[in-house]
């Protein structure tokens, strides 16, 4: 059973920096490709990246949605199974609650369903 | 990209009645890569079915999808107070993924 375990809530400025962490076990960690999908107050939810293991120790692909593109990074430490997701130049309307999942069976290109959920991680952006 | 819309937006059935959802997309979905999910307050959001049809694993019978091209739907037999929760069409045919904006189910 893979399980999913997220950092905790945060509240940031806006112009800061969130880094949220997602901590796996019970899975392949060296082959699972993990997404983060983040769900605003009121609205859908949304798609923001992912992140690709490949042979290696430090070998990863990401793939990013175009609308965080140049604010957002996902890095991985396979030695502790952790994926984390960095946003950056927070705005108000980055306040959300953030999801890591892992992506799951056929997919289209790099769009995947995603079968495990982290319980998700609150992110407030507030001055 | 897609645009995937919900109805309806709330569903309110007395327990043991069958819930129907709806998905619609605003383009075709190419080999019926749709997905639901059930998402509970304060609990990880949980796969239900995948590929439009099939089962996720551990999920039981009474949720069942179906629908093809831009029309999908979710079932739910036998409604019962562990049920409710708001539930979620996701399309990964095509870039980026998205998601509907939720159907929330209640009881009576």
């Known amino acids: 059973q893979v399980q999913l375990v997220q950092s905790g809530a945060d509240v940031k400025k806006p112009g800061s920096s969130v880094k949220v962490s997602c901590t796996a076990s019970?899975?392949?960690?060296?082959?699972?490709?993990i997404s983060w999908v983040r769900q605003a107050p009121g609205q859908r939810l949304e798609w923001v990246g992912r992140i690709m293991p490949m042979p290696g120790p430090t070998k990863f692909v990401y793939n990013y949605a175009q609308k965080f593109q140049g604010r957002v990074s996902i890095t991985a430490d396979k030695s502790t199974k952790t994926v984390y997701l960095e946003l950056s130049s927070l705005r108000s309307e980055d306040t959300a609650v953030y999801y890591c999942a892992r992506d799951f069976g056929l997919c289209s290109n790099s769009n995947c369903a995603m079968d495990y959920w982290g319980q998700g991680s609150l992110v407030i952006v507030s001055s | 990209e897609i645009v995937l819309t919900q109805s309806p937006d709330t569903l309110s059935l007395s327990p043991g009645e069958r819930a129907t959802l709806s998905c619609r997309a605003s383009q075709t979905v190419t080999s019926n890569y749709l997905a639901w999910y059930q998402l509970k307050p304060g609990q990880a959001p949980r796969l239900l079915v995948y590929a439009a049809s099939t089962g996720a694993s551990g999920v039981t019978a009474k949720f069942s999808g179906g629908g093809s091209g831009t029309d999908f739907t979710l079932t739910i037999n036998s409604l019962e107070p562990e049920d409710v929760a708001v539930y979620y069409c996701q399309q990964y045919a095509r870039s980026p993924r998205t998601f509907g904006q939720g159907t929330k189910v209640e009881i009576k």
């Open positions: 019970g899975g392949t960690f060296s082959t699972d490709t």
